[in-house]
């Protein structure tokens, strides 16, 4: 019953977060974006016109995950989540990569584990790619 709650919880603050007439309490904030990124496997905070954002999405759609993409500049309150994301750690704030609900940085940390061979392993414990 926790679980449930705890899932229902989630998706409300997801609605909450990308409703346009949206305030931000504070004690909302970080649960808003756990929300979106909850019960899946690859989410990608993104621009619709950065490259660096653009590569992420190649690179992890060429393994065959299906990412869900968050373009920040097309969505209501994107310029609250990107407040959110530099507050969890994101330098710069896109892009944001999040794999098996973990934030695992942007593009230079993804390309780091592409480099040492993690990235793969990674994306199916997430359950993204099977092989």
């Known amino acids: 019953m ?5 899932l229902t919880e989630q998706r409300k603050n997801q609605d909450f977060l ?5 305030t931000f309490p ?3 904030d970080m649960n808003a974006v756990k929300g979106l990124v909850a019960e899946k496997p690859v989410v990608i905070f993104s621009r619709s016109q950065c ?8 690179l ?3 393994f065959g995950a299906n990412p869900t993409v968050y373009e920040l500049d097309e969505i209501p309150n994107g310029r609250h989540i990107e407040t959110l994301l530099i507050q969890l750690g994101c330098q710069p704030c896109v892009p944001a ?3 098996g609900q ?7 940390e993804l390309m780091s584990l592409q480099v040492r061979n993690e990235l793969m392993p ?3 414990s997430a359950r993204a790619i099977w092989v």
């Open 18 to 22: 990308l409703n346009k007439k949206t």
């Open 51 to 58: 490259s660096m954002s653009y590569t992420v999405k190649t």
């Open 60 to 62: 992890i759609s060429s």
């Open 26 to 28: 504070k004690a909302m």
């Open 2 to 6: 926790g679980a449930l709650n705890s």
């Open 97 to 99: 990569i999040f794999i």
């Open 122 to 124: 990674l994306l199916m």
């Open 102 to 108: 973990k934030l695992i940085g942007g593009a230079r």
